[in-house]
């Protein structure tokens, strides 16, 4: 198994439903213009898009490595804002910020709660488990509307039907509704060359919930 980092928001998306997919920028950025960093498919033809690619770089011993952090079918545990409230010595409690506690508790404060960034995270804390499914290249801006809402970013996303099929309606602002989700995440990173502006080559991979820790198999 391997971690994958989520905001709050993004995994309460998940855990609804809304969100099926995930962009993840693919560092180092490949180039055209350098020898050492480019793409090729399976069968060894080279390619800058497609399902099937993956990113090569030649290290300095002229071996070539390859890079791609998850594979189709990995099971991925998720890190996300988390604490244990109870002591050390005690069994663990586990909570998550993403469930948005509001209600009042009998011996807790979630206000009070010393919340840990998802990156401390460990295994045994996690959660939530994701299986991934699909896997492709792209430029960030080359999303589609339909994959706008499958990120989770759209906030009330409407559909028409139109000869049995579903369309979106209101394309632009889906585009824009994700351009304002991703720079909230990665436009400040690496001094903003990670930005919608910059465009840069992303994975995108397709996953569905595997477990969540306590609940059945989905």
């Known amino acids: 198994m391997k971690p994958i980092i989520f905001s709050p928001k993004m995994v309460a998306a998940i855990i609804n439903g809304s969100k099926t997919m995930t962009r993840r920028v693919i560092r180092p950025q490949p180039d055209k213009d350098d020898p050492c960093i480019r793409f090729v498919t399976w069968e060894g033809f080279p390619t800058y898009f497609g399902n099937h690619a993956k990113v090569i770089i030649q290290t300095e011993e002229g071996e070539d490595k390859e890079v791609k952090p998850y594979e189709v079918g990995?099971?991925?545990?998720?890190?996300?804002?988390?604490?244990?409230?109870?002591?050390?010595?005690?069994k663990p409690e586990y909570h998550y910020f993403a469930d948005n506690f509001i209600c009042d508790f009998e011996d807790y404060d979630p206000k009070e709660w010393k919340w840990?960034?998802?990156?401390?995270?460990?295994?045994?804390?996690?959660?939530?488990?994701?299986?991934?499914?699909?896997?492709?290249?792209?430029?960030?801006?080359?999303?589609?509307?339909?994959?706008?809402?499958?990120?989770?970013?759209?906030?009330?996303?409407?559909?028409?039907?139109?000869?049995?099929?579903?369309?979106?309606?209101?394309?632009?602002?889906?585009?824009?509704?994700?351009?304002?989700?991703?720079?909230?995440?990665?436009?400040?990173?690496?001094?903003?060359?990670?930005?919608?502006?910059?465009?840069?080559?992303?994975?995108?991979?397709?996953?569905?919930?595997?477990?969540?820790?306590?609940?059945?198999?989905?």
């Open 74 to 90: 990995d099971i991925l545990w998720v890190r996300e804002t988390w604490c244990n409230i109870n002591k050390p010595g005690i």
């Open 116 to 218: 840990k960034p998802s990156i401390h995270m460990r295994q045994e804390a996690a959660r939530l488990f994701l299986k991934v499914e699909k896997i492709r290249i792209e430029r960030l801006q080359k999303i589609s509307p339909e994959d706008c809402v499958a990120e989770g970013a759209v906030k009330k996303p409407h559909y028409m039907k139109y000869g049995g099929e579903k369309c979106l309606v209101d394309h632009k602002r889906y585009i824009e509704e994700f351009e304002i989700l991703w720079d909230s995440i990665n436009g400040e990173r690496k001094n903003g060359i990670y930005s919608w502006k910059e465009n840069p080559f992303v994975w995108v991979y397709e996953f569905k919930i595997h477990k969540i820790t306590g609940g059945e198999f989905l």
